[in-house]
């Protein structure tokens, strides 16, 4: 499912559904506009009473116009779809109506319009979530992937990982552990440095027994430990993912280990909001966001 808004934006989620839909051999894509209210009074409705469906569809043709300029031939089910309401509620309940195995949303920061709610969604949502910032380019040769080595770092490993394979040879994974020195370390009598040292080496350990839990597939990954040394992972993950300039950023939709910071979970939803350069894939097994039902009920 992609979320259009009828902006500069869309042009970019078009071709990045266009992108996704070829590589992962997708079946159906639902382009989804959702608007608060029509805004047609009802004295207006009483003399014109087809008006509503005239204007549902004008943005019908409007999205479709788009598609078909940037979509691509790409042999895959289209569907065009206008709901009235709440944004958040309607792309949830149509995501769970429609069994929907990824949202793909863009993130706007200079561009007009608000654009759809990322942060609820990526907490709500019970399926996997794209964001995909303004400008962003296609191709997949550098994916990163923050990790803690728990086992929603496992699941967000394993879709990086499918992702490389599906974009041919050459594509690197980064794999990023944020450790810590925990406060109490100078009761051992060890040095900050020496502490140091032993929660890095405890961090490879736990990685050698994460990566053991995956299946490679050949796809080279690279191992990027970061020490937090001002109690803000999220900080760490920003700044490494400026440097390093991936084409995609991977997380799981939560996860912590005794020997690393909290970092996903709470902390994803502070990824959602800093990261807005890169493409961010927030990746959560389908139907594993129990009250999801419940939540929609409530707006």
Not at 23 to 41: C, E, G, Q, W
Not at 167 to 173: D, K
Not at 210 to 215: D, G, T, Y
Not at 226 to 231: A, F, G, I, V, Y
């Amino acid at each position: 499912m992609v979320g259009l808004d009828l902006s500069e934006m869309d042009a970019t989620l078009i071709k990045f559904a266009s992108f996704v839909a070829n590589t992962a051999k997708t079946n159906k894509i639902y382009f989804v506009n959702v608007v608060r209210s029509l805004h047609i009074p009802d004295e207006v409705l009483k003399e014109f009473p087809n008006l509503t469906e005239i204007a549902i569809e004008e943005r019908k043709l409007a999205m479709k116009a788009l598609v078909e300029q940037h979509f691509g031939n790409i042999n895959v089910e289209v569907s065009y779809v206008i709901k009235e309401g709440v944004p958040s509620k309607k792309i949830l309940q149509w995501e769970v109506d429609k069994d929907i195995d990824l949202i793909i949303l863009g993130r706007k920061t200079t561009l007009k319009g608000k654009g759809f709610l990322t942060q609820r969604l990526a907490r709500r949502a019970s399926c996997s979530l794209l964001i995909v910032p303004e400008g962003a380019e296609l191709g997949v040769k550098k994916i990163m992937v923050p990790s803690d080595f728990s086992e929603h770092s496992v699941i967000a490993m394993e879709q990086a990982i499918d992702i490389a394979e599906r974009n041919g040879p050459g594509v690197e994974i980064l794999c990023q552990n944020v450790y810590t020195v925990p406060a109490g370390y100078h009761y051992t009598g060890k040095s900050y440095d020496d502490f140091k040292e032993i929660m890095k080496n405890n961090a490879r350990n736990d990685y050698k027994k994460f990566i053991k839990k995956i299946v490679k597939k050949g796809i080279k990954i690279k191992t990027i430990y970061t020490l937090d040394e001002n109690e803000d992972p999220v900080e760490d993950i920003h700044n490494m993912a400026l440097k390093t300039k991936p084409d995609l950023i991977v997380i799981g939709a939560k996860g912590r280990t005794a020997t690393t910071a909290l970092f996903l979970g709470s902390m994803a939803e502070r990824l959602v909001q800093l990261i807005n350069k890169f493409p961010l894939l927030v990746v959560r097994p389908k139907g594993k966001n129990a009250g999801i039902l419940d939540y929609i009920l409530e707006l």
